[in-house]
């Protein structure tokens, strides 16, 4: 323990502050680690803009073996990852978001400060990472409804009538009233599906969302990416579809299709909202690949 070098990426506004109020959590934890280890070191830095946090998790990654924990939400462990794939070091998540997605898929218990020192204690584990046009993600991209509720929800955060936690569900049904099903072409382990479709997943982990089960069975150790194709939901539908999907219960319904793959191509009529661990980009086509190198990710202890 006491020759590993910590280092915590810490993105100050995540989570409306959560992030960085965790960094007092991390100062006391080691200070009791030094009781016991007295050789141990750690270091915090901030993020000051979108993607610095993969230039950080570079720079330190070039320089030697570091355990490099992602403090934020999933778009700040997306950027880390992107920084320090391919390297020795190894990958920790300290949720500090409002969301925290891909930690749901590995702890029992959402407690921050027990995560955070769980992650400190615990071992590093080789497991599956994706891509999609080049860039790297650990848990869900998706495209269709969804993401255009991404897209949509900010401006219902911060509502003083409307807490956080509500924000998704609000973007759920006023983004309902306007969305019109994509004419897609998926190409999947080169087979190839004409559809109409709600939405696609493409999942490595279980939960986006802010909790939201969509792929109630992925598993990151599989070597394979699930794809969980929604059709024909209707406006009425959403109503019925979306408490299913909360718990992971909607698998068994028939508008919905999962197929397990390496490689899936996307290829809409036109420009669509493409979500990727929790980030927006516009396009018409998207290529997902299993990538064959995998991360090291550190499993908190006791996790299972």
């Known amino acids: 323990m006491g020759a590993v070098k910590h280092l915590f990426i810490v993105n100050p506004v995540a989570g409306n502050g959560i992030a960085l109020k965790m960094t007092n959590t991390i100062h006391k934890l080691f ?10 070191s750690y270091e915090i830095v901030y993020t000051k803009e979108e993607g610095h946090a993969t230039e950080i998790a570079r720079k330190y990654a070039s320089m030697g073996t570091y355990r490099i924990y992602a403090v934020g939400g999933d778009g700040t462990l997306n950027e880390v990852l992107n920084g320090m794939i391919g390297s020795d070091s190894s990958l920790g998540c300290i949720p500090g978001g409002s969301g925290n ?6 702890v029992t218990k959402f407690d921050r400060r ?3 020192m ?9 497991i599956d990472v994706a891509s999609v046009d080049g860039r ?6 998706s495209m269709g409804f969804d993401a255009s509720v991404v897209n949509n929800v900010e401006k219902f955060k911060n509502k003083s009538y409307l807490p956080n936690k509500f924000a998704y569900l609000a973007s759920v049904l ?6 019109r099903n994509l004419n897609l072409r998926m190409v999947v382990d ?11 997943a493409i999942a490595n982990g279980k939960y986006y969302g802010g909790g939201i089960k969509i792929a109630p069975d992925a598993d990151f150790r599989d070597g394979l990416l699930d794809v969980i194709l929604v059709r024909d939901i209707t406006r009425a539908k959403i109503i019925k579809f979306l408490p299913k999907a909360v718990p992971g219960k909607h698998m068994d319904l028939e508008e919905v299709t999962l197929m397990r793959a390496k490689t899936i191509d996307l290829y809409s009529d036109e420009p669509v909202f493409l979500n990727i661990d929790g980030e927006l980009e516009a396009r018409r086509e998207a290529h997902f690949r299993l990538e064959d190198a995998k991360v090291k990710f550190i499993i908190p202890k006791n996790s299972f």
């Open 101 to 106: 997605d891909f930690v749901k898929s590995i």
């Open 118 to 126: 769980n992650t400190v204690l615990g071992t590093e584990e080789e």
């Open 31 to 40: 200070n009791e680690l030094k009781l016991k280890y007295q050789d141990i």
């Open 114 to 116: 027990r995560i955070l």
């Open 136 to 141: 790297y993600f650990i848990n869900i991209a």
């Open 174 to 179: 006023d983004t309902a009233k306007d969305f």
């Open 190 to 200: 080169q087979k190839e599906i004409q559809t109409e479709a709600f939405m696609v």
